[in-house]
């Protein structure tokens, strides 16, 4: 029910922004995440966002991703700068509704950067 884009190849130093919308009806969005899964490693949160705004991020990636989020469009979107090599790897959206806190997860896109 997540639709995953932006992704693609850059060369090292540049940027992309991801976007993660909602298909169907999901109502009552607490945080809403990206994950990222370079071959060979488990996956990993990148950044997330709370529904009042409060942001985290990875430290690897501090300084360089913004996440950000619209919630009249139930939308979340990740701004990445400054790319690097290791930032290649396939990126997730998830987004955690409801009352019980059911998890959503987009199918991911690729972002590869080239050195």
């Known amino acids: 029910q997540l639709q995953a884009s932006g992704g693609g190849l850059v060369q090292a130093g540049g940027s992309l922004r991801l976007s993660c919308a909602t298909s169907?009806?999901?109502?009552?969005?607490?945080?809403m995440d990206w994950y990222r899964q370079a071959p060979g490693k488990q996956r990993e949160l990148v950044a997330s966002?709370?529904?009042?705004?409060?942001?985290n991020y990875a430290d690897s990636v501090k300084g360089r991703f913004t996440i950000s989020r619209d919630n009249a469009k139930n939308t979340v979107y990740l701004q990445m700068n400054s790319l690097k090599p290791e930032d290649t790897a396939v990126y997730y959206c998830?987004?955690?509704?409801?009352?019980?806190?059911?998890?959503?997860w987009g199918q991911g896109t690729l972002v590869t950067v080239s050195s």
């Open positions: 998830k987004m955690v509704a409801g009352l019980f806190k059911h998890d959503y």
């Open positions: 169907g009806s999901i109502s009552n969005i607490r945080t």
């Open positions: 966002i709370t529904s009042g705004g409060s942001s």
